[in-house]
């Protein structure tokens, strides 16, 4: 059934790990998917499939498909692709980074326990650790370029928990134009992953546009600030409906949309 010996891999590899039987396996997964897992050497996916989480097993997939390269088109990030689907540093952000982290962040009490897409420590986001930064210090990440014929919809989850957190900002980039402030968010939001909904104009979107998350450090180590699962869709917020990972992950718990 399978070409370069994937049934004998996954008798060997995967179905000892995560206890499912090789015929349950090859009818979940096709044998393109099969292969990507086998070379990521992800069983975990399994496992997601198992439970019924088939979010973070399509997200997953999708990112690696793309072999690690940026992509113009791309509607949706969980972050699992290491090349963070060609989200890049930002000039202007103080030597800080944007990091991809999986599990929760070093820092006690702030930032999130696991990510939003699978809701365990095998997921990832990216976020800005604040301890030993000073009060006011940057952090800025772009996204690759978007393009649409009507308006479209900005969707995320962010992360904002701890006594010290500072401030997140969303803009969007239009070539030869300054960035235009869509969206922000000020202090601690509490420990959970909450979704945010900003429209980008019909003639924005014809001219292109990229996404800059930015984030001011506060006052103290308890700060961090995460990301997670953007998504871009075409229409306006109030009437797409967005696949959502809320029934596989009941921390998040409210929506803001920007009018």
């Given amino acids: 059934?399978?070409?370069?010996?994937?049934?004998?891999?996954?008798?060997?590899?995967?179905?000892?790990?995560?206890?499912?039987?090789?015929?349950?396996?090859?009818?979940?997964?096709?044998?393109?998917?099969?292969?990507?897992?086998?070379?990521?050497?992800?069983?975990?996916?399994?496992?997601?499939?198992?439970?019924?989480?088939?979010?973070?097993?399509n997200s997953v997939i999708s990112e690696y498909k793309r072999g690690y390269r940026a992509c113009k088109t791309t509607q949706f990030c969980g972050f699992e692709d290491p090349a963070i689907c060609g989200f890049e540093k930002l000039p202007g952000s103080d030597d800080l980074e944007w990091i991809r982290w999986h599990e929760a962040t070093p820092s006690a009490y702030t930032g999130p326990s696991n990510d939003h897409t699978c809701d365990n420590s095998r997921g990832y986001y990216i976020y800005v650790e604040a301890t030993k930064r000073a009060e006011g210090d940057v952090a800025k990440v772009i996204s690759p370029r978007y393009y649409g014929y009507g308006e479209q919809c900005i969707e995320f989850y962010y992360h904002m928990y701890g006594y010290h957190v500072g401030i997140l900002k969303v803009y969007t980039v239009v070539p030869r134009q300054d960035a235009v402030p869509m969206w922000r968010a000020f202090g601690n939001q509490g420990d959970v992953w909450s979704k945010a909904r900003i429209p980008v104009p019909k003639k924005e979107a014809n001219k292109g546009y990229q996404v800059v998350f930015e984030v001011t450090i506060g006052f103290g180590n308890e700060a961090d600030i995460a990301v997670d699962d953007f998504r871009v869709f075409d229409g306006s917020c109030y009437d797409v409906i967005a696949p959502s990972n809320d029934a596989t992950n009941t921390t998040t718990s409210r929506t803001t949309t920007v009018p």
Wanted: glycine content about 8%; hydrophobic content about 45%.
């Fill in 1 to 57: 059934m399978f070409e370069f010996g994937l049934g004998e891999d996954i008798r060997r590899h995967a179905a000892p790990i995560v206890g499912v039987d090789v015929s349950v396996i090859v009818s979940q997964f096709s044998a393109a998917e099969i292969e990507l897992i086998l070379r990521m050497k992800r069983w975990d996916f399994w496992r997601e499939k198992k439970n019924g989480s088939t979010e973070c097993r």
